[in-house]
């Protein structure tokens, strides 16, 4: 099972900016934290609420760092789009990643000059060479990458992420592709990861008036992909499920009572220590509203997949 603590969208969302300092938006509801309050809402808590700091690991940052290569390939010309263009983005993107966040280098290794560096930037070279394995980037002219979606139900709820990238077809038809440095899920692990990119879709549908054609996961450790197209119909009722989510999470947030899951998923928990399922005390609840997401906050969990 992969590690699903996040990693960073940006390494500076998380690790520059204190809590007190990140300025307040109106609340808004993105797949991360949606799917943090589905698998446990203290983790929702700790997370949009109370913004405690978590812990980075090696394959969250190369996650990062993988998608920041993947953009950066895309800014080149079609025929410079080849994997040893996208391996020698690889040190950069790095150097550019500890330039935003100097303290980087130090919490996940001794040091700059740790030994163990370069073969962690060549298994970031491996992915990359994965990706290749899925798509030719040479044929494709994506409309955006990294695109921010922002759209209001008419119920009032705010939806609010990211896209890795946006396809458009010469018909019209639009393709959601998400990557994941993580592995296929299995079969019965689809509906999660399928839960990220109807939401991406329902907000494509708000924005634009028209469903994406496709919904496509590509998953770089194992070079598998995941593809979907959604219906109209489904992704209505899909709206509904958010909307549910949303209530349930206001309905805490009033009442203070975000109760603790316990599952094997506790393991990579950073805020274990702190979970009553685990004899822990959560902080004094800081009350209700806060800003359960942002823009910032929202994180690039579902890419290590």
């Known amino acids: 099972m992969s590690d699903p603590s996040p990693t960073l969208r940006s390494v500076t969302d998380t690790v520059e900016a204190a809590p007190a300092e990140r300025p307040r938006r109106r609340p808004a509801l993105s797949p991360s934290r949606a799917g943090d309050f589905k698998q446990c809402p203290l983790l929702y808590r700790f997370r949009a609420v109370d913004r405690l700091p978590e812990r980075h690991t090696r394959a ?6 993988v998608h920041a290569v993947l953009e950066r390939l895309y800014e080149l010309p079609a025929a410079e789009r080849v994997p040893t263009t996208a391996r020698d983005l690889v040190a950069p993107a790095w150097e550019a990643l500890c330039a935003e966040a100097p303290e980087l280098a130090s919490e996940l290794f001794s040091g700059p000059e740790d030994p163990e560096v370069p073969g962690w930037l060549e298994s970031a070279g491996e992915l990359l060479e994965a990706y290749f394995a899925l798509e030719d980037p040479r044929l494709l002219e994506p409309v955006a990458r990294e695109l921010l979606v922002e759209t209001e139900l008419e119920s009032g709820l705010l939806l609010r992420g990211y896209i890795d990238r946006l396809d458009v077809a010469p018909g019209g038809q639009l393709r959601v592709v998400d990557y994941k440095t993580g592995a296929s899920p299995r079969p019965v692990a689809e509906a999660r990861a399928l839960f990220q990119m109807k939401f991406y879709a329902l907000a494509l549908l708000h924005l634009r008036g028209v469903a994406p054609t496709q919904l496509r996961l590509l998953y770089l450790a194992d070079a598998e992909s995941l593809t979907y197209s959604p219906a109209e119909d489904e992704l209505r009722r899909f709206e509904r499920t958010l909307e549910a989510i949303w209530e349930a999470i206001l309905t805490a947030g009033r009442t ?11 393991e990579w928990c950073s805020h274990k220590a702190l979970c009553p399922a685990w004899d822990g005390t959560p902080p004094e609840y800081p009350g209700w509203p806060a800003d359960p997401d942002s823009a ?9 997949g």
């Not at 969250?60 to 760092?65: A, F, H, S």
């Not at 910032?296 to 290590?304: F, G, N």
């Open 60 to 65: 969250q940052v190369r996650g990062t760092l």
């Open 256 to 266: 203070g009572d975000f109760r603790p899951n316990r599952t094997k998923l506790c």
């Open 296 to 304: 910032a906050a929202e994180t690039v969990a579902d890419r290590t």
